[in-house]
């Protein structure tokens, strides 16, 4: 009995003991009944197939990729302050189409094109005025211009052209006449005879014929020849021997015809008509930089109240004779005297005695310049 009676109580506590330590479902009912200690299994909770929601709303899933911005072009530097290349002159060449570069090209990336960039720059809405070629101002320039031909990239430089009075025109003569394409004694004056020498040799040399000298032109004229000596450049010229019979001494030439007869000898300018000595005046010629012209001319024009655009000077009562050299008033030679000289005119200082002859000499009229 008193077996019996343990065996009892020790399935009732192994009973309780099962019901605190099962993991049951948590209902409210009771467990079933064990029936034998020794095969009662421990069946763990069932996992759960997905987690519930909290009350309220779903959260949103976050998509899949994040959008992004589209990348903004980069507008990178082209060229810019220093540079020197081809690049570069092409540049100033098609900033030169738009007036925006007056220079000549040079490939040199200096300040006078970084001042034409931002001027360029400036002058279109919509590029950064900055002085430096980024892509969209090389991108804008280039949609309004055109591919720069080779006289845009190396334009020629003019060395002497017509109305030039110089000594490298004188040279220019002499050249000319070792080829046999200048006949006179080389005067420094640029007129017509040498524009048409200077055709010559363009032609004969395989160069544009136009008659100026540009820097192709000057080349190949002095790899042609030799430099000059200066009998070559200034040529004696035969002093005519003057009967002592002729008035005042005059040049022979002056005896015939309608003539200002002008002597370097003495400084007189005689106005003769037919041998007759009609006015005599005081002159003053040209600086030995810039000498008046010996030889025998014409009046070709003649402008009561011009004024010298060349050299800024007034000449009134001007008788043309020899490309820009005349006959003319000057009031410094009439302060001055013979201190200094003209750029190759003949002054006169006796206003009123040039203001008659003004009125008497006629274009076509006869000009003797002579020692």
């Given at each position: 009995m008193r077996s019996a009676h343990i065996r009892r109580s020790v399935v009732a506590v192994t009973a309780a003991a099962l019901l605190l330590t099962a993991c049951g479902s948590g209902s409210d009912t009771d467990p079933e009944p064990v029936a034998n200690e020794a095969t009662t299994e421990v069946t763990a909770e069932p996992e759960r197939a997905e987690e519930e929601e909290p009350d309220g709303e779903p959260e949103d899933e976050p998509d899949d990729e994040e959008t992004e911005e589209p990348e903004q072009p980069v507008d990178e530097v082209v060229m810019g302050a220093g540079d020197n290349s081809e690049r570069v002159r092409e540049l100033q060449a098609r900033l030169g189409q738009v007036n925006h570069f007056a220079a000549k090209p040079t490939g040199f990336y200096g300040d006078v094109t970084v001042g034409a960039v931002a001027a360029y720059q400036e002058a279109h809405d919509g590029l950064e005025v900055s002085g430096t070629v980024?892509?969209?101002?090389?991108?804008?320039?280039?949609?309004?211009?055109?591919?720069?031909?080779?006289?845009?990239?190396?334009?020629?430089?003019?060395?002497?052209?017509?109305?030039?009075?110089?000594?490298?025109?004188?040279?220019l003569q002499a050249r000319l006449g070792q080829l046999d394409l200048f006949d006179d004694n080389p005067t420094g004056y640029y007129g017509n005879v040498t524009v048409e020498a200077v055709k010559a040799y363009q032609r004969s040399a395989g160069l544009e014929a136009g008659g100026t000298v540009y820097d192709d032109t000057w080349a190949a004229l002095t790899s042609a020849t030799t430099k000059p000596a200066r009998d070559e450049m200034y040529v004696p010229v035969e002093v005519p021997v003057v009967e002592k019979e002729t008035p005042a001494g005059l040049d022979t030439r002056c005896m015939t015809?309608?003539?200002?007869?002008?002597?370097?000898?003495?400084?007189?300018?005689?106005?003769?008509?037919?041998?007759?000595?009609?006015?005599?005046?005081?002159?003053?010629?040209?600086?030995?930089?810039?000498?008046?012209?010996?030889?025998?001319?014409t009046v070709?024009?003649?402008?009561?109240?011009?004024?010298?655009?060349?050299?800024?000077?007034?000449?009134?009562?001007?008788?043309?004779?020899?490309?820009?050299?005349?006959?003319?008033?000057?009031?410094n030679f009439r302060q001055n005297g013979y201190t200094g000289g003209s750029y190759g005119c003949v002054n006169v200082r006796d206003r009123e005695a040039i203001t008659a002859l003004f009125d008497q000499v006629r274009e076509g009229d006869k000009v003797v310049v002579h020692w």
């Open positions: 980024h892509t969209s101002t090389w991108e804008h320039l280039l949609a309004r211009t055109t591919e720069p031909t080779r006289d845009e990239l190396f334009p020629r430089e003019q060395v002497m052209g017509y109305g030039d009075d110089s000594e490298q025109v004188r040279e015809g309608r003539a200002l007869c002008i002597s370097k000898s003495t400084n007189r300018l005689s106005w003769v008509v037919d041998g007759t000595v009609r006015t005599t005046l005081d002159v003053r010629f040209g600086t030995e930089e810039y000498p008046t012209r010996e030889g025998q001319f070709y024009w003649k402008s009561r109240d011009h004024h010298s655009t060349l050299y800024d000077s007034p000449m009134p009562f001007a008788m043309f004779f020899d490309g820009g050299q005349a006959v003319h008033y000057s009031e």
